[in-house]
């Protein structure tokens, strides 16, 4: 489940991010986890849009009644979540990418391996 899979400029975006000193220098390119905080920040954008949809009948030609509206209205939230999220969002995925990395390395320091 990651909304914004295959993303081709990552580490263009990774290196935009260092030079607005959103993540340190020596911060490293990994293009899974990039992705990955980039997927969270589209999910925190489909709940924030999708809240103010609730409650709204109808779409414009649609009408109150119409089969699938709410299939389709979900399927617009999604895209808008993944859609500001690609023009940079409120700047959630620098964040969410730098604790990624802190925790994965404090992680792989904490767990030895088997001796032989």
């Given at each position: 489940?990651n909304p914004?899979?295959s993303?081709?400029?990552?580490?263009?975006?990774?290196?935009?991010?260092?030079?607005a000193?959103?993540?340190?220098?020596g911060?490293p390119?990994?293009?899974k986890?990039?992705?990955t905080a980039q997927?969270?920040?589209?999910n925190?954008?489909?709940?924030m849009v999708?809240?103010?949809?609730e409650?709204v009948?109808g779409e414009?030609?649609?009408?109150?009644?119409?089969?699938g509206?709410?299939t389709?209205?979900?399927?617009l939230?999604?895209e808008?979540?993944?859609?500001?999220?690609?023009?940079?969002?409120i700047g959630?995925?620098?964040a969410?990418?730098?604790?990624?990395?802190?925790?994965?390395?404090?992680?792989?320091h904490?767990v030895q391996p088997?001796?032989?």
């Amino acid at each position: 489940m990651n909304p914004i899979a295959s993303n081709p400029n990552f580490a263009a975006e990774i290196q935009r991010a260092k030079s607005a000193g959103l993540l340190p220098k020596g911060t490293p390119v990994n293009r899974k986890a990039w992705e990955t905080a980039q997927g969270l920040e589209a999910n925190f954008f489909q709940t924030m849009v999708g809240s103010m949809f609730e409650g709204v009948k109808g779409e414009g030609a649609m009408g109150t009644e119409a089969t699938g509206q709410d299939t389709w209205r979900g399927m617009l939230i999604e895209e808008y979540g993944k859609s500001i999220t690609a023009k940079g969002g409120i700047g959630l995925t620098p964040a969410i990418y730098r604790e990624m990395l802190r925790h994965q390395e404090s992680s792989s320091h904490a767990v030895q391996p088997p001796r032989n």
